[in-house]
């Protein structure tokens, strides 16, 4: 890809991940939220309430993720932090439970749980690139372990499912199936 800038999502880029999400907040107005918040609390709150909790959380720091640019727009996302970040993410029966060997609680266990991407970004390739932007900030902040739980297959390589990623991508960049508690969503690692 031409072009292509990957930064870590800094409260100075706030205006850009806004723009990427559009006024509804990407995905249903989920502004990134599905792994940080419970489901109950989650569906009471307003697409509105879901952005400044994101921008809370990016102003916060460290950053929550990745943002891509094509010639200076923003064109991607993909969320990648410690996994104590995405509490949601780690809990018991999802096919993202953590294993005895990778606690929550430790800030070197790192997760790849989320992407979004421009809909004239999505099958071309921005995953890969996202993700290997990704396993170099992971190392660069000492993570020791990477995980992801994509999916295996979707109806099509646009399908909003594909939020989690595929399978193929995080396969190609390394990774290893570690687990493969549900059908379709396995627990894939990459050791640093």
């Known amino acids: 890809m031409s072009d292509l800038h990957i930064h870590p999502l800094t409260p100075d880029l706030i205006p850009d991940f806004i723009t990427l999400f559009g006024p509804q907040g990407a995905c249903y107005g989920c502004w990134c939220q599905h792994f940080r918040i419970r489901p109950k609390e989650r569906q009471t709150l307003s697409s509105d309430e879901k952005r400044e909790r994101m921008v809370a959380r990016i102003n916060k720091g460290p950053a929550p993720g990745l943002l891509a640019f094509q010639g200076?727009?923003?064109v991607g996302w993909m969320q990648i932090g410690p996994r104590a970040d995405v509490p949601e993410w780690n809990n018991p029966g999802r096919s993202s439970s953590p294993l005895p060997d990778a606690p929550t609680d430790d800030p070197a266990v790192w997760a790849v749980s989320c992407f979004?991407?421009?809909?004239?970004?999505?099958?071309?390739g921005l995953s890969h690139a996202m993700l290997a932007a990704g396993i170099n900030h992971a190392r660069a902040n000492?993570?020791?372990l990477l995980e992801a739980s994509p999916m295996d297959q979707a109806k099509q390589s646009k399908s909003i499912g594909l939020f989690v990623g595929s399978t193929s991508v995080f396969a190609k960049a390394g990774f290893q199936t570690i687990m493969q508690a549900k059908p379709n969503r396995p627990l894939m690692r990459l050791v640093l």
Do not use: L
């Open 116 to 124: 979004y991407f421009r809909s004239r970004m999505r099958g071309k």
């Open 72 to 74: 200076g727009d923003p």
């Open 142 to 144: 000492k993570a020791r």
